[in-house]
């Protein structure tokens, strides 16, 4: 298996939990819980800023002292735009499950600028990319032009049969304006869920070159390099991506050979 791929665990409670330390890298981590009802999920981090999101299910949300009422209410990811909550470093966090609920815990280095906010799906920007089998359909949850220190946070469904991260691109360098050094996870669902995806992390040199199976619920890891992703047909493929680096921006090399397709 791929030193990229990680599995869920099987059951319930927190089912992924990637961490700098075991992904070996510097800044993203990422958690998913999966709670019935009456269940908590719960955290805190002096120095990490965390956005969570409302993959499915509901929740009663805690922040510090502040209550925010239920939360949440999408029956997959592949229906309609989520809730998520930003959370500041050094505050305590809690959902507790109304129904069977399905968390995304996202973070990175943070030294508490900002205030905790609930993220309505109202307020969220969609838009789709590319053209023909190319095509996907992007929500942005944490863009770099809204509140935070570090984290960025986009979830993207990808129709079956096309692909999405393509043309290949990578953001593992930091040369701004051309480039910005940005780790990454990629939190994969299929629909159908028996289904899989094909995504690719490779470097020029291909000292990285991994071609990964993923299958519902797996995270890959790209700490470099391009990482292009295909559904099959017949199945549909949703990705919550979550990336973190020196400078919050999202600037991204395309692969020259491939560059030619944006053309086309």
Not at 1 to 16: A, E, I, Q
Not at 46 to 51: I, L, M, Q, S
Not at 176 to 198: C, D, K, M, V
């Amino acid at each position: 298996m791929s030193p990229l791929l990680v599995k869920p665990r099987v059951g319930g409670g927190r089912v992924h939990h990637v961490t700098p330390k075991t992904a070996r890298w510097a800044s993203v981590g990422f958690d998913l819980w999966k709670r019935r009802p009456g269940e908590l999920a719960t955290g805190t981090d002096g120095d990490r800023e965390t956005c969570l999101v409302f993959i499915s299910g509901r929740g009663s949300v805690r922040v510090g002292h502040e209550e925010y009422g239920i939360l949440g209410g999408r029956s997959s990811p592949f229906e309609g735009r989520p809730w998520s909550v930003y959370v500041p470093p050094g505050m305590v966090w809690s959902v507790e499950a109304t129904e069977d609920l399905v968390l995304a815990v996202c973070s990175a280095p943070g030294k508490g600028k900002f205030p905790p906010r609930v993220i309505a799906p109202d307020v969220l920007v969609q838009e789709s990319r590319g053209k023909g089998s190319n095509v996907r359909h992007v929500t942005n949850i944490l863009p770099e032009w809204e509140m935070a220190e570090n984290l960025l946070v986009v979830e993207v469904i990808t129709p079956a049969g096309n692909t999405s991260s393509y043309p290949p691109h990578k953001h593992d360098e930091d040369r701004l304006p051309h480039e910005s050094a940005l780790e990454e996870t990629y939190y994969h669902r299929i629909n159908p869920p028996q289904g899989f995806a094909f995504q690719r992390v490779y470097t020029d040199d291909r000292e990285l070159d991994e071609a990964i199976a993923v299958e519902d619920g797996d995270v890959t890891l790209v700490p470099k390099g391009y990482h292009p992703c295909a559904a099959i047909h017949g199945y549909e493929l949703y990705y919550l991506n979550v990336m973190a680096g020196p400078r919050r921006t999202w600037k991204f090399h395309n692969a020259k050979e491939h560059e030619w397709l944006l053309k086309a």
